[in-house]
């Protein structure tokens, strides 16, 4: 069965960087792109981009464009997701789920990061 | 890009159907079949129900069922149940970047 199992939480001061990892099991990695979505504390599901798998391309959204970096490892069947010049508003959910860059099927069970000084 | 607009909320009683929608424009939901609404129970990993549109994954109840018309697309959830309140989200497709953009989402109340 597809299974898509993200890293731990994370606390980050203002300014730093945070890379989350992304590990899936259970089907070809390299058939399905991987996206990376991320809740805010009461806020809605927002897409920060999408990696393909087998190329290594990416889709970012124009927020995080400059900020944000998307890269997997076909060895270990893992993506991560480098978010840089951390803010207290980027304090979040963060899910990475396979799929199209525009309908992921299966999700991870997410990874908070907190941002705080 | 914007995103799509959803009512922030919905209610029914058991057993009623609720109708969510999901409105975009001629760049998103209207320009292409590429609509996919999730549920998403709090501190739980979303869950796709439904995509391209009208399309069920397998084991999603065929009580929710989508729909479009113009730039507008549609859940419906019959036959409601308790489990059924959630959080639900719609995506579409945007050409503006390739990428996918979520409405708002709306909370659905199973009174």
């Known amino acids: 069965q597809v299974q898509v199992v993200q890293s731990g939480a994370e606390m980050k001061k203002p300014g730093a960087s945070v890379k989350l990892s992304c590990k899936t099991s259970?089907?070809?990695?390299?058939?399905?792109?991987i996206n990376w979505v991320r809740q805010a504390p009461g806020q809605g599901l927002e897409w920060m981009g999408w990696?393909?798998?087998?190329?290594?391309?990416?889709l970012y959204t124009q927020k995080f464009q400059g900020r944000v970096t998307m890269t997997t490892d076909t060895s270990t069947n893992t993506a991560y997701m480098e978010l840089r010049s951390l803010r207290s508003d980027d304090t979040a959910v963060y899910y990475c789920a396979r799929g199209f860059s525009w309908s992921p099927d299966y999700w991870g069970q997410g990874t908070l990061v907190t941002v705080s000084s | 890009q914007s995103a799509l607009t959803q009512p922030p909320s919905a209610s029914g009683s058991p057993g009623q159907s609720v109708t969510i929608s999901c409105t975009g424009t001629?760049?998103?939901?209207?320009?292409?079949?590429?609509v996919s609404w999730y549920q998403h129970h709090p501190g739980k990993a979303p869950k796709r129900i439904i995509y391209?549109?009208?399309k069920r994954p397998s084991g999603v109840p065929d009580r929710f069922s989508g729909s479009k018309s113009g730039n507008t697309a549609s859940l419906t959830v019959s036959g409601l149940q308790a489990e059924d309140e959630a959080d639900y989200y719609c995506s579409s497709f945007a050409d503006s970047n390739r990428l996918g953009v979520f409405g708002g989402g709306t909370k659905l109340t199973v009174l």
């Open positions: 990696i393909s798998t087998y190329h290594g391309n990416t």
């Open positions: 259970g089907y070809t990695f390299t058939t399905y792109g």
């Open positions: 391209e549109v009208n």
């Open positions: 001629s760049s998103d939901v209207g320009g292409y079949n590429y």
